[in-house]
């Protein structure tokens, strides 16, 4: 993807990708879990603080495994018409529990917004709040996932491609070749072994 293909983020598109690209180790989880929302929330005392109703890693996992599953499912979505899709919008709402209280005039658009909130203000609402959120601003096929390190991205066009970069569309031709011509492959790699060693030969 060339860099010319990219458009900045917008706040909504910088949660979804963060949670959906996020690793969670047992180390550390909880500031995974405030991800972009640090600099609004003081640090949690201890690990074992709840974080967004989040208790443990295993639980933050759990969640963000949810909610990549959705994300899956859309960015391998064909169409927005059918069941599939009117399944797929009902799930991410129903998780999503979003509520309107109230407008106020935006400072900087000077349009009217809504003032979105969720019933519990729980971290599984909070992800797929967001992303309801982040497709009211961008189509949803310009959220990709690669085939090759299942990161997911953006992408500002129609054309939704398999892979992230270069690099891991690169790869997957490599294994792919691999695949295809097994007896290839190993010949290559007997001839490079007989190079290397005839290379450390004194001469």
């Known amino acids: 993807m060339k860099d010319s293909d990219k458009s900045p983020p917008t706040w909504p598109l910088e949660v979804v990708l963060h949670y959906a690209n996020c690793e969670i180790g047992e180390e550390g989880w909880q500031q995974v879990v405030l991800g972009p929302f640090q600099r609004d929330f003081p640090p949690p005392p201890t690990r074992d603080t709840p974080t967004f109703g989040v208790r443990s890693a295993e639980m933050a996992r759990s969640i963000v495994g949810e909610f990549r599953s959705a994300l899956d499912r859309l960015t391998q979505l064909q169409s927005t018409e059918g069941d599939e899709a009117r399944e797929l919008l009902r799930d991410i709402t129903e998780r999503a529990s979003l509520r309107v209280d109230g407008y106020r005039l935006d400072a900087d658009s000077g349009r009217l917004e809504p003032n979105l ?30 085939r090759e390190c299942g990161v997911f991205f953006q992408e500002r066009s129609r054309r939704r491609p398999h892979y992230c970069s270069p690099r891991c569309r690169s790869a997957s031709t490599v294994r792919e070749h691999r695949r295809k011509n097994p007896d290839h492959y190993r010949e290559r790699q007997r001839e490079l072994m007989k190079k290397r060693r005839n290379s450390r030969t004194p001469q």
């Open 117 to 146: 909130s969720t019933e519990s203000g729980k971290f599984r609402e909070l992800l797929f709040a967001y992303l309801v959120i982040c497709l009211s601003e961008i189509p949803y096929y310009c959220l990709c996932r690669c």
